[in-house]
Nanobody, 124 residues
Framework: EVKLVESGGGSVQAGGSLRLSCTAS????????MAWYRQLPGNQCELIST???????YYADSVQGRFVLSRDNDENTVYLQMASLKPEDTAVYFC??????????????????RGQGTQVTVSS
């Protein structure tokens, strides 16, 4: 059974930092493409970061320069380091996994495997 479990969310003030983790099981993590999405209040859902082929990372414009994506294949975990958080970053953050690339930015309702998410709340 594919399982993705996020942790690390919480409440912070604007300008603060958080590190989200997503631990995977039930599939070969090292062979899988991973991504972070977030679901904003009002249900807008967006891809915010994923790995490109070659190992570099894609970031949505809204988080470019503030978030850093990384993964540890030995720990079956993908991380999202978030800094300079803004109130508009308030959302449920969740990770997704797919054997295929996330380059085509699948919408949230077409994700094959995703976690339940972790809440991030940023106050001004």
């Amino acid at each position: 059974e594919v399982k993705l479990v996020e942790s690390g969310g919480g409440s912070v003030q604007a300008g603060g930092s958080l590190r989200l983790s997503c631990t995977a099981s039930g599939f070969t993590f090292a062979d899988s493409n991973m991504a972070w999405y977030r679901q904003l209040p009002g249900n807008q859902c967006e891809l915010i970061s994923t790995f490109r082929s070659g190992g570099s990372a894609y970031y949505a414009d809204s988080v470019q320069g503030r978030f850093v994506l990384s993964r540890d294949n030995d720990e079956n975990t993908v991380y999202l380091q978030m800094a300079s958080l803004k109130p508009e970053d308030t959302a449920v953050y969740f990770c997704a996994a797919d054997p295929a690339s996330f380059a085509w930015r699948p919408p949230c309702d077409e994700l094959r495997a995703r976690g339940q998410g972790t809440q991030v709340t940023v106050s001004s």
